[in-house]
């Protein structure tokens, strides 16, 4: 338990931030209605008791559909400013707003930590990561403008291809990477000529809002509106309208079908979603055991396994099972848990007061069916933590195996054969990466040349991860649609389009004067240095 001494005055929470105001149609308006409070799992009080981080607006229906009717006024039927202007003039858009995003690094690191518990350093990294995310969009949509400063002649016919916006996009973004996950989807949707209405996630919601003022300034009225409230409230009603072009989510994939199945017109609906993982960890007989101990840890443990990417299942080969859950389960026991900002702390109190509890339930399904908790802490409870549990053996009948768990607990499988965890791939519903720990180049290529039809990425000696943010991010079966990176985020949130004309002296004469006139900001062969 901390007492308010204890916390560094930097990180103390002097001031609770009670945001009044939410963005729609370039204003910030005043909500007088009702509020949600906010509370961090942290404690700062003698005895345990949550801390009251502020509030945030509780918006209806009505508030809802004036912030699409803003981005739908904004879009304009494609003759709006901003799905008009030219690539440099939204480039200068994009750039202000991050020069004023850096001046919030303290604040948005600060409320990171209190809101869901990541620790200092990870806190940190997200803001310079989704900064650095920002700017490399920024110098990557340069580039594809470049490209496409040019004519094609093909059969007599000149063609001007370039990416083109999509309309109106709704974006959701997660609580386990609130901001850097959130502007992956809104910042490629907003540069290449969308307009958007964005919604916080419940947890990791005040961080956000240091952030309103820079939204409103650096970009056209209407082109982010910025609302807060309960997804079914706020976002169903959006949905049911037909008006939204493109769902943009980070989270469970019960969530993206009801908003998809509201959408009235399915087939016009473009999806970029982020969903479920179920992440294995492949360990073979020649594994460097204590690299992939140490990689085994990060990725099961990181951030408490609160990550799509996280390692949710362990297989061990049985020549290599015993030594491996020695040395792991020691390992876990041997984490330091503490309060974000606590110097060399790797498990954090959890943002969702009910998480515990859950943990608890799989723990309980699974000793019940016969699994036994290999670390001596496993299953320790705090006020708002529960200590990791190395689950083994685990079967396919227990809740452990079968759900994305999403927080601290650790279930393994032993094998003999290599087809029994690659069988249980294939049967996944879940496709998006795979650890696989070995060194012989004759076993690993055929398993590396099955498992990249089974995933997205295979991990070779190396934990699971989203990064680096220039790789491609996606996942197959229920685990993903559209592609996530800097590269490819910007084609997720467009479309091609182009101007053609055959090849007569009418059609050369005048595609010449519009490129002498500088009038059209679509025809264009500008360099963008």
């Known amino acids: 338990m901390i007492k308010k001494t204890d916390i560094p005055k930097e990180f103390a929470i002097d001031k609770q931030i009670h945001q009044t105001t939410y963005l729609v149609g370039g204003k910030l308006k005043e909500w007088k209605g009702e509020t949600t409070d906010v509370y961090s799992t942290i404690s700062s009080s003698d005895e345990y008791k949550p801390t009251l981080l502020g509030s945030v607006p509780d918006l209806q ?42 001046t919030k690094r303290d604040v948005v690191v600060k409320y990171l930590m209190w809101e869901i518990g990541k620790s200092l350093p990870d806190s940190q990294k997200e803001f310079d990561r989704t900064v650095e995310y920002v700017e490399d969009t920024i110098e990557d949509y ?73 939204f409103q300034t650096a970009f056209p009225k209407g082109v982010v509106n910025i609302i807060f409230g309960r997804g079914r409230t706020v976002a169903a009603p959006i949905m049911k309208t037909g008006k939204v072009d493109v769902l943009a989510l980070i989270g469970n994939s019960k969530s993206a079908n009801a908003l998809q199945d509201q959408h009235p017109k399915s087939n016009r609906l473009r999806l970029v979603l982020g969903l479920e993982a179920k992440n294995p960890a492949i360990i073979l007989p020649d594994a460097d055991m204590d690299l992939t101990i140490n990689e085994c840890l990060t990725g099961t443990l990181s951030f408490n396994g609160q990550r799509c990417t996280a390692l949710k299942v362990i297989y061990v080969h049985d020549e290599v099972r015993e030594t491996f859950l020695k040395k792991f389960a020691d390992e876990v026991d041997k984490l330091k848990f503490g309060n974000p900002w606590e110097e060399g702390v790797k498990l954090t109190p959890l943002p969702e007061p009910g998480k515990p509890a859950y943990i608890q339930e799989l723990i309980d399904d699974a000793v019940s069916k016969g699994a036994k908790i290999l670390n001596k802490k496993g299953g320790k409870h705090f006020d708002n933590y529960i200590w990791p549990a190395v689950l083994y053996p685990v079967t396919k009948d227990m809740r452990v195996y079968q759900e994305e768990q999403f927080g601290p607990i650790i279930p393994v499988l032993s094998f003999s054969n290599i087809e029994e965890p690659l069988d249980d791939m294939a049967e996944s519903n879940y496709g998006q990466q795979v650890s696989l720990f070995g060194k012989d180049v004759y076993t690993l290529s055929p398993l590396i040349d099955t498992l990249v039809n089974l995933v997205c990425r295979v991990n070779l000696n190396s934990s699971c991860q989203r990064g680096p943010d220039v790789y491609p991010f996606t996942g197959r079966k229920d685990s993903a649609q559209a592609t996530l990176s800097v590269h490819d985020a910007l084609r997720s949130f467009s479309i091609r389009t182009f101007v053609a004309f055959k090849d007569n002296d009418l059609n050369t004469e005048t595609v010449q004067q519009l490129l002498e006139a500088k009038v059209s900001n679509f025809v264009s062969t500008d360099y963008i240095l």
């Open 61 to 102: 229906e009505a508030e809802a559909l004036e912030a699409l009717d803003s981005a739908l006024n904004a879009y304009d039927r494609g003759q709006g400013v901003w799905p008009t202007m030219h690539v440099r003039d939204r480039i200068i858009c994009m750039e202000n707003f991050v020069k004023q995003m850096k």
């Open 142 to 214: 340069k580039n594809l403008d470049r490209n496409a400063a040019k004519f094609q002649k093909h059969d007599g016919v000149y063609a001007h291809i370039k990416r083109g916006p999509l309309g109106v996009v709704l974006c959701l973004g997660p609580y386990n990477y609130p901001l850097n996950e959130t502007f992956a989807l809104l910042i490629p949707a907003i540069i290449m000529g969308n307009t958007t209405i964005f919604k916080p996630a419940k947890h990791g919601v005040l961080l956000i809002t240091p952030l309103l003022e820079a």
